[in-house]
């Protein structure tokens, strides 16, 4: 959103993976930046509610590697934001 902002557009929502596609053209993102986002939309809500999945909490489900990814995934798409906005 952050992106979206300072090349003076409004964006809306928490869905990563939109977020950067609905960039313009000019920012080139990744199709695989795209898939990553994808991945950490997929934990947003199944992770935070314990009632999000058909048995057992949230923290059953998930462990180092799933977090492990989300962190270094969260970092390069932190990381393009960072240096398209400098």
């Given at each position: 959103?952050?992106?979206?902002?300072?090349?003076g557009?409004?964006?809306?929502?928490?869905?990563?993976?939109?977020?950067?596609?609905?960039?313009?053209?000019?920012?080139?993102?990744?199709?695989?930046?795209?898939?990553k986002?994808?991945?950490?939309?997929?934990?947003?809500?199944?992770?935070?509610?314990?009632?999000?999945?058909?048995?057992?909490?949230?923290?059953?489900?998930?462990?180092?590697?799933?977090?492990?990814?989300?962190?270094?995934?969260?970092?390069?798409?932190?990381?393009?934001?960072?240096?398209?906005?400098?």
């Amino acid at each position: 959103m952050a992106l979206h902002l300072h090349l003076g557009q409004e964006a809306w929502g928490h869905v990563v993976a939109r977020l950067l596609a609905e960039l313009p053209a000019a920012v080139a993102v990744p199709s695989d930046m795209i898939e990553k986002g994808r991945v950490l939309d997929a934990y947003y809500i199944p992770a935070r509610y314990p009632n999000s999945h058909p048995e057992g909490a949230p923290f059953e489900h998930y462990g180092p590697p799933q977090s492990e990814e989300a962190v270094r995934y969260a970092g390069e798409i932190v990381d393009f934001v960072g240096v398209r906005m400098a």
